[in-house]
């Protein structure tokens, strides 16, 4: 494919695609507020998940049930243990985390593909850590794991540093300074995904500091997700991974 | 490669590996108050980009033709017709795009891979998708234009959306509401690079407006950059593209 | 009536009309801290509402039968089941949704006029949405609803579109990105009153960044009422759905 | 139609409508950036509206000409002296009102329906609302105006309150304290649409203040636009006034 | 010099270098960490008030007994139920108000002076209101109230317009929208100080959307004192009232 | 008059007084968008002020013959080198004071009452502290003047502190830390009004952090009036002055 | 050593040196996620600090033990009484500090030096201070405490006035208006580290108000740490007279 | 009292009354807003500084003379061609460097002290180092530069770590992400001033995003000055560094 720019042979009248895109979703009413997008899967190469919180343990259950039953696996983010014990009745293999806080139920024959690598800052960004790889796992990708790498002793981001050629994507937590993003892109041919989190006190403003810090980053190859949205940056990191190993 | 946690055989004595990472360099300082990081390309895959703005026109040439006597190439960005003129001088094949504000010196035989596509919301945000898009094709990415899609009118994305499957990364540009990533990324099996840009007026304060609305999008495999970075993401989209076409 | 600008024959000595309109109003004091506003419906059309929360049971309760005994009719917002409970023993005929926390005592013979239409983006967006309906319906008008409609798949509200035409005004609600009601107003003739939600997390600031989105929307037919202020968008469509039908 | 909620039976599968109303559209390309979007008269009612700031006069002058072959009218909003005259150059009859800074090239023998009330607080609100006033009169309502009205001297609201129950639809212009919508909304059955403006200095912040003041009203019956955007609120405005007087 | 703790051997009653003014000050050390400004009535025309939120009720009792034996009389702000259990048992004849929280020990037979009249918007700005009150009448003034006047039934604000020429001084307290104070400086000789709230929800940010309102008011005449500070707006009433009354 | 509560005894059916106060009003149309208000001296004591910034030289000129003409005298802010050619040429004997940026034509013979102490902290404070000195002298008040006091070197602010007594309103000018009215209130039985200034950089934020020291002082007896507002200040001390010395 | 600028000659192969002082560490890996930094005394001169809020008593008794045993001593900030409790058992001799919540394990021998002088502005800001203060002097220095002396009333700053010469390093605390460190720096010869406290309500916005302040004081000799930091106050004055008495 | 402006008539030698510390100052009046603070090297150890800015060529020429005769030397910061064109016509010898925009007259005989060190991030953050710089070498310290030290190539600050410990105290200059004094603070035994630049754009907020990212740096041992603050940072580390020679 060329880099010509298709501006100028486009016809719009002619816009028979996007249409058979959407044609293909068959969505399902779970329960009174919520219709599943079933489509997702053929659209974006990943399933829906489930974002817990604001929903009670009965909705997760159903919704839990009925994506099982569709597509064989599910992943749910932000569960509490009273999302778990109202899944489990249903889904009795159901796996939760209790740092990631994810309920998980995967196919375990599954074949994971290269490799993405999550690492952060701190103790207390731990848990957003974790939720971005249960993610990126679930999703079919292997995960290597390098922890309470701050920049603050600079020295522990440099050990990590052998393996960032190992990666096809790279997962970046942290809180409070934000700076351990600039610091690994400087580092790694791989795209980082920075993720502040909402660590810290006064001026951190609830990961308001890190995020800032992320967004100015010295350093190119680096993008940034929502505070504490450790999900968004492990799904994010696996369809690059998954680019990359022609596995979609 | 296993997803397993590499933190119990982790030897902190044995931190050789990021200490040769960083013998691999080979700094030069060009002028008074910079200087080049010639290993880049090393660590990180890509050289590094010159950043013009603020810099006086002699700098500029300057650092163009160190790059291009250690590289054979070079990129400019946030440019004037300045720092144009006064490269021109010592470069005379250097080309400059006055939308995108690049100075762009490369090698024409270098073959180019894969495929961004870089989609902008409206006429005014146009500037900063073609930065992106002559960043990712001077790192050696084929590039697809959708400009001018904004939801606003959702057809125009629909219509894109039968193109969204041929690219490894796509870029997503918009001012004032800046909602065309998540329509786009909705659509879409590959990353999406969102840029928010610093159109608009009033409430969007500059860009954080969108920003903000990219930062707080409901569909996932979205990533942001800073406000009008358009280099950052066509920077973070090549990586990416060639992750995926195994051309680092 | 001509469009021609009153400003050169307005004569402020005879500023009687201002006065008369006031001189209408019949107040009168429940409580202790407390005016009711009874010339309300003569000057705008629609009865005063009470807003349930910071108020004891107590007070909600004689505020209500004094209303009931005026107009015979009273809509309370932000009711939780204390109010309902203490309000009940003195209306018993009262009703309490418990997603949208309003509490209504209406005429049921009261013949509801043209539509108006409540349409949000995602399960957490629900009571609010219903605030609004539940508002709307209680002041006359017919209520269309299209729940779960984001676009993040964005043929939901493609679907929904094609009773867009049906309606006088159009209700929008959505959190994170608040992105639904540009795409709304791209496809439909009625007026868009859009509402963000509180929805979120981190950057969304507690619906601050849905508020920007939708101030700096692309298309025009769009206003915005508070964040999560379903009671003013209803209201606001109720009233254009008055005007639209004759029936103020 | 019956305010049934129509979940219980909607059928995704058979979504239809939404395409046939897409289809409906017959874009254009006009210069190298802009894709004008012919089919908006017939899913919204009105035509595109050209926002020329950011436009070159040339480009201005193209959209212009397009627009009045496929229309008969155009209306231009933020256009300079300099987009003035290359329109002119090509379109003899068009008219350039300097404080609203629109331009306006319009059917003189459409007949104006029913009516706007276009109210403002200061003298320095005065570019603003007149924007919206000519706005809402090219789209084909009556406007009838009442400046210089703030609520420090609250005897000129209550002067032109004798006006309010004219009107379809209020546009309500206020910076600095941006009080006055409010005190409207609470002396006229009509819906207000509040402006924020940037007048004011300090703590104003450009607007910020007003606009938090408008959204945070003690009245219902106020949606608000974002800052400066007169045109918005004129539109919006006219679209009610439309509802109202069957003609869309 | 060693570690110790000066704050034990430090003698307040030598501090006679300062300046004339400061050599009046008698300080008290009450418990261990806060020290008694006696000096204060003589350099300021008024005894200092305890702020009870965060000191303990034994804090406030000790603190009480002491001014009460120096002065004869005390006010303390921000009281809780336990605050004034605590002070009423050294106290016995110390009262209470629950609304506005105010702890007054005063001298029953003080004449009082002049005119402070405190007028407030709407319910819930009624304890803000009240604790100016409480704290206006406390230090010798005689107090008007207006409550429940909010510009949204703007005949409220007018209804009260003819006390206004009665006070010395005028404390307006208004959340949300924060829109009173203008419209009562537009009406009144008397200067007037506002308090915002931090009544509302969404984007009334806690009081700073009524504050910007206050500070951009178009009126001149008012100034504005820290969100929900009732208390600051009574003192400064009653110093202006002072003022006016030779009574210092 | 006693201290009682009006809120028992008030019937809205008489209120008969705030209309007779409003119909005391005779305004006046001077240019195309302005209204002047001649009836405020009588509802506040003070004529109406011309803020000039954003007026032509012509619109100026004027304003200030018609105020002149009907209340023989006359005071405009923020005025330019300009307004002051363009008003000079009708009012010969205008006075401009290229500081304060003040227009003023005034009786001489008007005898000046009281005192107004006006206090800045620093050179860049200069303009706009003798803005409020220049308003507070030009409404009738002796005006007293120490300037450069800033708490940094913090005998300054002792030196002037002897003069506090004699003053019946200080206002307090500071900018950068905005401390100086907190220091000054802790010295003086007059009240304080604080103006924040812009002057500044970096976090001081077009003097928003100086805003927020004044609001947040220690001292009770300081309100504060938006940024720069010297104006508001002289106004704000002037009516108090007035208020102290029976001559409104 | 001279001035000069070691930027002409620094010969970036040889940087040895960085290596062999990250090779002195010597890390350890006490819980899951923590990995104690044992190398830090010997580049930064002090030992690792426990931030035991958000770490689990378990958690916080085992870090304590392992750094007792190699260190010899131990400082825990932000702990709790559970914390305390956890860490008495395995530690019976570790005090702690409900005021400043510290927990202390030191050396009673170790010889402290200078002088760190502590003051702040009011009661509310004696915990942040005494952080400060034991901070200070478990690391060494000798600590003298002014607390209590806000500048609403002056004299009391410049009673201790008299005590800043002893001090090599000054920490002054202060919330609400934070104007306490530009009055001390203007009396002081040694440097002073500001710390905004959180203590205040409304506009004091958790402290950003008094952060402000500081960061905009007039007086040089002032640098700032975060809101509530005393920790990073108290150490960053210990390691400046630590400078002074050559006791690194 | 008559209005008569006191500056003319006040005698500043006659502040015998505040304080011992306060009466060694002797204050100038130089034009007709200034006053120079003499006194000031005998309670702080350092002379005044001229902050140009906003001062006229003239006004800043007189002040350095009457600086001069006084104490021999003058540092003025934030100059401009014109005021160093005025001040050299009076003082020949005056030194102005334009990166820093410094201007200096100093005793070339006095006999510097200790090591400051000064590194910054990147070649925009060159001007406020270097009057970080200039402003410590000014008032007696050896200076060691650093620049171009970014963390987005980390090497280049362990490059520099290996002349840590021959600096008293560190000046860390950096914009964008600012988080190279958190790098430097972990490899340092001396303390770290942070100077966040404005340098950057979107949400680098003009220095905004730099200064957070410093106050929550996890390193301690920082403390940070205002934005682009380079005065204030190489007076803060000069003030530690005469405290580690003994040379107040």
Do not use: W
């Not at 974790?130 to 794991?145: D, P």
């Amino acid at each position: 494919m060329a880099s010509q720019d298709t501006k100028n042979n486009r016809s719009p009248m002619q816009d028979e695609t996007p249409h058979s895109a959407l044609s293909r979703e068959h969505s399902c009413i779970v329960s009174n507020h919520t219709l599943l997008d079933h489509g997702r899967p053929q659209r974006t190469g990943c399933p829906e998940v489930i974002f817990c919180e604001g929903k009670t343990p009965a909705q997760v259950a159903s919704i839990f049930q009925e994506m099982i039953n569709t597509h064989g696996e599910c992943l749910g983010t932000r569960a509490s243990k009273e999302h778990y014990d109202a899944v489990q009745k249903a889904v009795p293999n159901v796996r939760f985390n209790t740092d990631a806080r994810t309920l998980i139920f995967d196919d375990s024959n599954k074949k994971k593909i290269g490799c993405v690598l999550v690492i952060n800052a701190g103790t207390s960004d731990h848990c957003v850590a974790e939720e971005a790889a249960q993610t990126a796992e679930f999703l079919g990708s292997n995960v290597l794991r390098h922890f309470d790498c701050g920049v603050a002793g600079v020295h522990r981001a440099l050990h990590a540093a052998k393996d960032f050629t190992k990666a096809s994507a790279i997962v970046a937590v942290a809180g409070m300074d934000g700076a351990l993003p600039t610091v690994v892109a400087g580092l790694s041919p791989a795209p980082v995904i920075a993720v502040p989190t909402s660590v810290g006190y006064g001026t951190g403003l609830g990961g308001v500091a890190a995020l800032m810090t992320m967004l100015n980053g010295c350093a190119p190859g680096v993008s940034v997700v929502n505070i504490d949205n450790g999900f968004g940056a492990g799904y994010q990191a696996h369809i690059i991974n998954a680019m990359a190993h022609h596995n979609r």
